[in-house]
């Protein structure tokens, strides 16, 4: 089993709204990741959990904040969010972060579809 | 320039024709290379993962590696209107670390009926 869901799947809210996106693995892995991706771009790298700690924040402003309350679980708490801030949210996760190689190969989850208004 | 160059497309082919998929990399760290499948509004679907230079047979996939020319492709045999989506190479580094996935820009691939 290689899947990575996340919830919601579609999420409209206003600049002044408090939202949580929200990612779940069940494979084990010890490495879960927050892509934000705009359209016809690449994912771009937000934030790196590994082994439960947070790793790697790619100065990611404020108004983002990511939780990792378990190993299976990964959440990104959502607060006064500007429109450019609407795209397609991705979760993956890799068995781990730091050994490099095969164990490092990410596997993505379906995204959340986020309109800022 | 970027660690990883991908031909941005678009591209459009009949049903049934062979398509090829290419990038360039500059970083000889790079030791994994996976190809990643992106439809429209979905997350990246792992289609292909390869760590040698040569071929990589999946069904009517076939991934390709030339590390001495830094070079990796994507064939698609056969291809489908099914296989229309955004193709996304990625690769890694031997070395490990959390920031390690570096993507190309992604090539749009139309397969008309």
């Known amino acids: 089993d290689t899947e990575v869901t996340q919830t919601p799947k579609h999420l409209v809210m206003g600049m002044t709204n408090k939202k949580s996106l929200k990612c779940e693995q069940h494979?084990?892995?010890?490495?879960m990741y927050w892509y934000k991706q705009k359209a016809k771009k690449p994912p771009e790298l937000m934030f790196v959990?590994?082994?439960?700690?947070?790793?790697i924040n790619e100065s990611v402003p404020s108004r983002f904040s990511p939780e990792c309350p378990n190993s299976s679980l990964l959440n990104l708490h959502l607060h006064a969010l500007q429109p450019e801030d609407s795209a397609l949210y991705l979760c993956?996760?890799?068995?781990?972060?730091?050994?490099?190689?095969?164990?490092?190969?990410?596997?993505f989850g379906p995204g959340t579809r986020l309109t800022v208004l | 320039q970027k660690e990883v160059e991908q031909d941005p497309g678009p591209l459009s082919v009949p049903e049934g024709a062979i398509v090829s998929l290419n990038c360039t990399y500059s970083?000889?760290?790079?030791?994994?290379f996976m190809w990643y499948r992106q439809y429209s509004r979905k997350g990246p679907e792992l289609l292909m993962y390869?760590?040698?230079?040569g071929n990589k047979e999946d069904g009517r996939f076939t991934a390709q590696v030339d590390k001495s020319s830094k070079y990796i492709s994507l064939f698609i045999r056969d291809s489908q209107p099914s296989d229309s989506a955004t193709y996304l190479c990625?690769?890694?580094?031997?070395?490990?670390?959390?920031?390690?996935?570096?993507f190309g820009t992604g090539t749009r691939l139309t397969v008309i009926p």
């Open positions: 990625a690769m890694i580094r031997g070395t490990g670390g959390a920031n390690n996935l570096f």
């Open positions: 390869t760590y040698s230079s």
């Open positions: 970083n000889s760290a790079f030791q994994y």
């Open positions: 959990y590994s082994y439960e700690k947070l790793s």
């Open positions: 494979m084990g892995h010890r490495a």
């Open positions: 993956a996760s890799s068995q781990d972060s730091i050994s490099g190689g095969a164990s490092d190969t990410q596997y």
